[in-house]
């Protein structure tokens, strides 16, 4: 097995095991679906299964599709390219257009340090839900930042399955982020900065504190999916590595 593909493995187990901290799963077809547990507030996606070895076709992306439907779930498929080559033209062969993002991975030899602009909140911090909320925000485009219902998020901070960090201005909080350890791999998700207070380093200080505070629990193998061309330049000036390819493909409920 080469290096790269030691790589996207370890990633490979890594997306099958972070959902099951709150989802239970369905086979279909070649696909593992990840039905989230009630109260969660999150939405999983459904994905090649572990270790499977299927050609995928069409109808197999019909049924899972269908499949979501029934059970009241986004209709939502992801997948890394370079893993799964068959699925892009199966979706495409559905009548559907994915989404193409970069996945990019940290070497463990960048020195990377916390930014004491950034913290992380503990499970009962009150500033959890601004900082959802602030994430929230940031992603639709908006200033307007409002509670968010945390769910079960404070007791997966407190299972250390979930860390959340926020960047601040005094005590005005500017943007959030959060990573999911699983043993020695870390996926960092949903880091966003309003508007408002964009273009002022907030977004590279929440990246960092979350690698650190990863790397401070084992984490050897940090990686992410980029959003947009502004969020990529970010990520690789902290030092992140194009890797491989994510497709997502969102159809809504």
Request: glycine share 10%.
């Amino acid at each position: 097995m080469t290096r790269g593909d030691c790589l996207f493995a370890r990633i490979e187990e890594y997306y099958d095991q972070v959902p099951r901290a709150a989802a239970t799963t369905e086979e279909v077809g070649p696909f593992t679906l990840f039905v989230p547990e009630e109260g969660t507030g999150w939405h999983f996606y459904a994905r090649p299964r572990l270790h499977g070895s299927a050609t995928f076709t069409a109808k197999a992306v019909e049924r899972v599709l269908a499949r979501q439907l029934e059970l009241g779930l986004p209709r939502a498929i992801e997948w890394v390219d370079e893993v799964t080559p068959s699925l892009l033209p199966a979706v495409r062969g559905a009548g559907h257009e994915p989404h193409r993002y970069p996945l990019l991975t940290l070497p463990a030899d960048v020195p990377v340090e916390a930014d004491p602009r950034a913290r992380q909140l503990p499970h009962a911090d009150p500033h959890l839900g601004i900082a959802f909320g602030t994430v929230k925000a940031g992603f639709h485009g908006k200033d307007q930042v409002e509670h968010h219902d945390t769910g079960r998020k404070p007791e997966l901070i407190e299972q250390g399955a979930l860390i959340v960090v926020a960047s601040y201005e005094g005590e005005r909080l500017c943007g959030a982020g959060s990573a999911a350890p699983r043993g020695d791999v870390a996926e960092l998700m949903g880091i966003a900065v309003p508007p408002g207070h964009r273009n002022r380093g907030h977004g590279s200080a929440i990246t960092r504190s979350l690698i650190a505070a990863c790397r401070e629990r084992g984490v050897d193998l940090v990686f992410l999916t980029a959003g947009s061309d502004a969020a990529t330049r970010i990520y690789r000036r902290v030092g992140f590595r194009d890797t491989g390819t994510a497709y997502i493909l969102e159809l809504g409920d």
